[in-house]
T-cell receptor
Framework: QQQVKQSPQSLIVQKGGISIINCAYE??????FPWYQQFPGKGPALLIA?????SEKKEGRFTISFNKSAKQFSLHIMDSQPGDSATYFC??????????????FGQGTILTVHP | NAGVTQTPKFQVLKTGQSMTLQCAQD?????MSWYRQDPGMGLRLIHY???????DQGEVPNGYNVSRSTTEDFPLRLLSAAPSQTSVYFC???????????FGSGTRLTVV
């Protein structure tokens, strides 16, 4: 049972372009939506996160857009750079009681930014 | 600060053997989790803990045991290794005040 579906599986973008990765979730109880970035041989690292009380959050070149009614959220990377080449994971969790910390991850997107 | 430390980094086991993957964090985080990462499947939660003495199952707990006797340590035990447990295992920790999880660098396990 995949509660968070991520697309595309892989993405190739030219330097300076916009990278867009999409995720859809099923569990309406989810209320925390982080994105993680993973480089080869390393563990995932938190990139940016959003809660459903806002529709957009921006940190530098990275923006999360959130659509609660559609149960979708996406990551936009503006002015993509070769150093952004990595695997990106969306995730979702509930913030409450013993459910806290039970992150459900998407399948991952391998981003390649060509110079 | 070392963050989240996982040992070993690589391990090869024979089917039926048991072993313990070690995880330690020095950030006084209450929450700790174990994930496995397989190609095309993202990261799947095996077990997690909200504090010393408290553990719960995740999405794929079968074949794994955990205990949390201290805040710092959260070992993952494979009872009888199977080829299906070949994977990369990540330990992660978080505090209630900061929702972001800090991941270790992983243990690559091969079961032959």
């Amino acid at each position: 049972q995949q509660q968070v579906k991520q697309s595309p599986q892989s993405l190739i973008v030219q330097k300076g372009g916009i990278s867009i990765i999409n995720c859809a979730y099923e569990n309406t109880a989810f209320d925390y939506f982080p994105w993680y970035q993973q480089f080869p041989g390393k563990g995932p690292a938190l990139l940016i996160a959003i809660r459903p009380d806002v529709s957009e959050k921006k940190e530098g070149r990275f923006t999360i857009s959130f659509n609660k009614s559609a149960k979708q959220f996406s990551l936009h990377i503006m002015d993509s750079q070769p150093g952004d080449s990595a695997t990106y994971f969306c995730a979702a969790s509930r913030d409450g009681g013993t459910s806290y910390g039970k992150l459900t991850f998407g399948q991952g997107t391998i981003l390649t930014v060509h110079p | 600060n070392a963050g989240v430390t996982q040992t070993p980094k690589f391990q090869v086991l024979k089917t039926g053997q048991s072993m313990t993957l070690q995880c330690a964090q020095d950030m006084n985080h209450e929450y700790m989790s174990w994930y496995r990462q397989d190609p095309g499947m993202g990261l799947r939660l095996i077990h997690y803990s909200v504090g010393a003495g408290i553990t719960d199952q995740g999405e794929v707990p079968n074949g794994y045991n955990v205990s949390r006797s201290t805040t710092e340590d959260f070992p993952l035990r494979l009872l009888s290794a199977a080829p299906s447990q070949t994977s990369v295992y990540f330990c992660a920790s978080s505090s209630r005040a900061n929702y972001g999880y800090t991941f270790g660098s992983g243990t690559r396990l091969t079961v032959v």
